[in-house]
């Protein structure tokens, strides 16, 4: 099994490199679905938040508010803090079983953006940082996800910067230029990954 951990700045393309290596047989684990479900109606995840935050990031049919949810965090360290302490534990233990469950050949990509954040960067056989400037995250958060600038602002400010992320980074996915060109480097990235595997080859990780 080779052990890759994707990550990226909140807009970098994170979720289309995830898809085409999907596409091209990667076991992708997300940890932004992940963290969904461990706060799903009725799990102790989202007992735990409202036991936290109270009773106003729930919406009338017992779900989490997540846009309630996202204007207490993303302006108060502290809170998010606390948050994460909830859900971190929780999508690390989730994704730790879906690993389990992977064919032994597999690659297996966990797609996690707070992986520099977290001090997760060892954790990995290789580390995937899908790469965008910053006014090209804001243009493509504001353009094609409906954020308003100050949101976008607000999530990247919160988040570790692009030098970080880079400094960890032992392969870099450039995303500032078009999905065809993101096809390519995917290719590219793919065979490298397979290689790094010992795909096709005798020697065993
Ligand atoms: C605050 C919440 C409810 C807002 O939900 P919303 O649906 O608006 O956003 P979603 O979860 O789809 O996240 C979108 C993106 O926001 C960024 N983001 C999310 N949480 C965080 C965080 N704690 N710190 C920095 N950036 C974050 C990431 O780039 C993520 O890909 C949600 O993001 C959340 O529960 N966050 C805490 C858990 C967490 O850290 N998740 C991220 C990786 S596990
Ligand atoms: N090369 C590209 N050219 C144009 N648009 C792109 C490109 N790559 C991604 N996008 C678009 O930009 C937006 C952000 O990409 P994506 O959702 O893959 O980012 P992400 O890193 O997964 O974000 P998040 O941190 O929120 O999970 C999406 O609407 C996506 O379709």
Not at 60 to 89: M, N, Q, S, W, Y
Not at 129 to 149: F, I, K, S, Y
Request: net charge negative; hydrophobic share 45%; glycine share 8%.
């Amino acid at each position: 099994m080779l052990r890759v951990g994707l990550t990226g700045g909140i807009g970098s393309g994170k979720s289309a490199v995830s898809a085409r290596l999907a596409a091209r047989g990667a076991l992708v684990i997300d940890s932004d679905v992940l963290a969904r479900e461990v706060v799903a109606a009725g799990t102790d995840g989202l007992a735990e938040v409202v036991k936290a935050f109270g009773d106003d990031v729930l919406t009338p049919d017992g779900e989490l508010d997540r846009p309630a949810v996202g204007r207490i965090v993303f302006g108060d360290e502290a809170a998010r803090r606390k948050l994460e302490a909830i859900i971190h534990p929780r999508v690390r233990a989730r994704a730790t079983e879906l690993e389990a469950a992977a064919p032994a050949d597999a690659v297996v990509v966990h797609d996690i953006p707070l992986l520099v954040e977290t001090g997760q960067a060892d954790r990995f056989d290789v580390v995937l940082v899908v790469d965008v400037p910053v006014d090209v995250q804001l243009e493509r958060l504001t353009a094609q996800r409906g954020m308003t600038e100050a949101e976008a602002k607000q999530r990247i400010a919160s988040q570790a910067s692009r030098e970080d992320r880079l400094a960890v980074a032992g392969l870099v996915v450039d995303n500032s230029g078009s999905l065809a060109d993101l096809d390519r480097r995917v290719d590219e990235i793919w065979a490298t990954l397979q290689k790094r595997a010992g795909h096709g080859q005798d020697t065993k990780r």
